[in-house]
């Protein structure tokens, strides 16, 4: 089996690496592409990854190189984790919305769009790449937007699954709290990417018995924390919201917050430096500790999963996925992409059933889902149209004036990577 990483010089590959090596009974890797066009990326993350497989004994080759076309030809599955511009670029992202009084954040809000605008040209040139070279590849994508990205690959016609970390780290925070094994929970997890809820917490399978009311009850205080939510919040709802919805329903703190302090990307690119100069060190055969702290906790857990499934080896039969609707959703159209449960086997992913919405959630899904529609939209055909239409469509940002600026904005720090401009 040969899987690519477009991305591979990520300072996420080594936890990456490390899933790869712990569970190779369920993912049988026989060989592992990092590709990047960051040269110097490559040599340090490649030798640590090889050190890494070594230490666990792991038998698989990793090869490492920036030409995309021969890294993916031949592919099983291709892994899509890059970051057009950087962190340089995020860091742009995180500020100039705070402008004018909007969020920064690099996946949701004028920043999230700046980032699509971005993102989903190259993506769709990648998907290309591996439809070329080997069209019954799987693409799996935890690049972000990871809701939009899905969905101009599956828009395209490509074989392609979106991926996020959130649901899997609820997973496990819930069995914490419940002392159980992670694979006895099963969620009802109901939303878009970044824009979700968990409306129950079932044991033993997705018909198992709820407890989510028993997790408020007995553990909202420590849910509320990890939310940066007030408990009231949490118990009023009687569900758990994703942490991201907090850009939403505490959007002015949060924008005061953020005018107080360095950036997500300032913190990030400083972690990353050091990073780097930990991967160098020859005598380092395993994930640092500090790469805890970059994000994307259990990230490999649930690429291995999704994987295995989608090529036929052990992966679980219900996984939390960004797919297409088909009607799961009847609010929403066929072809927007939603992140709930679904079947995955050889042939994709299938969303199970959900329970009703209250409006208080449907109402918020729609209206984010026609912006993104429009900011893919915008992504595909480019003009400051477009983009305009998209940022007055946000719920977080919703007003003309807004609108007109943060167009401005984001057109003026993006020039560089937006063709049309």
Not at 104 to 112: D, L, M, N, P, R
Not at 397 to 406: R, V
Request: hydrophobic share 45%; with cysteine.
């Amino acid at each position: 089996m040969k899987l690519a990483v477009v991305g591979g010089g990520s300072t996420y590959t080594p936890e990456l690496i490390d899933g790869f090596a712990r569970l190779r009974d369920t993912l049988p890797v026989e060989e592992l592409v990092l590709v990047d066009p960051d040269a110097h990326r490559l040599e340090l993350i490649g030798g640590l990854a090889r050190r890494i497989f070594a230490r666990q004994g792991h038998p698989g080759r990793i090869i490492t190189t920036s030409d995309t076309d021969a890294g993916v030809a031949d592919a099983d599955a291709v892994l899509l984790q890059l970051r057009v511009g950087g962190q340089a670029a995020r860091n742009q992202d995180e500020t100039w919305p705070l402008e004018c009084g909007c969020v920064g954040q690099e996946t949701t809000g004028a920043g999230g769009l700046a980032k699509a605008l971005r993102t989903v040209p190259v993506v769709l040139d990648i998907a290309e790449r591996v439809r070329r070279t080997n069209p019954d590849a799987w693409i799996i994508d935890f690049t972000n937007p990871v809701g939009i990205v899905t969905r101009a690959l599956l828009q395209a016609g490509h074989k392609a699954v979106g991926l996020c970390n959130v649901a899997i780290g609820f997973q496990r925070k819930f069995a914490r709290l419940l002392d159980v094994s992670p694979g006895e929970v099963h969620l009802d997890h109901v939303g878009l990417n970044h824009l979700s809820w968990e409306l129950g917490v079932r044991l033993g399978g997705p018909g198992g018995e709820d407890v989510l009311p028993r997790l408020i009850a007995e553990h909202g205080g420590a849910i509320a924390d990890d939310l940066r939510m007030p408990r009231a919040v949490v118990d009023r709802l009687g569900v758990v919201p994703s942490y991201y919805l907090r850009y939403f329903y505490a959007h002015d703190e949060v924008v005061r917050e953020l005018g107080t302090k360095p950036s997500r990307a300032a913190e990030v690119a400083a972690m990353e430096k050091e990073l780097l100069a930990m991967y160098g060190d020859p005598a380092l055969d395993e994930k640092p500790a500090l790469l805890a702290k970059r994000g994307g906790a259990f990230y490999s857990e649930a690429a291995v999963d999704l994987a295995a499934s989608l090529l036929g080896g052990g992966g679980s039969a219900v996984q939390v996925v960004n797919t297409y609707n088909n009607g799961t959703l009847p609010f929403l159209p066929d072809d927007a992409v939603i992140e709930v449960q679904a079947g995955v086997d050889g042939t994709g992913a299938t969303p199970l059933a959900v329970p009703e919405l209250d409006p208080l959630y449907a109402g918020l899904i729609a209206q984010v889902t026609a912006y993104e529609d429009l900011a893919l939209g915008a992504a595909l055909r480019g003009g400051r149209d477009r983009v305009f239409k998209a940022l007055l469509a946000h719920p977080l940002i919703g007003q003309f004036e807004y609108a007109e600026a943060l167009t401005d904005k984001l057109i003026a720090h993006n020039r560089e990577h937006l063709a049309w401009a």
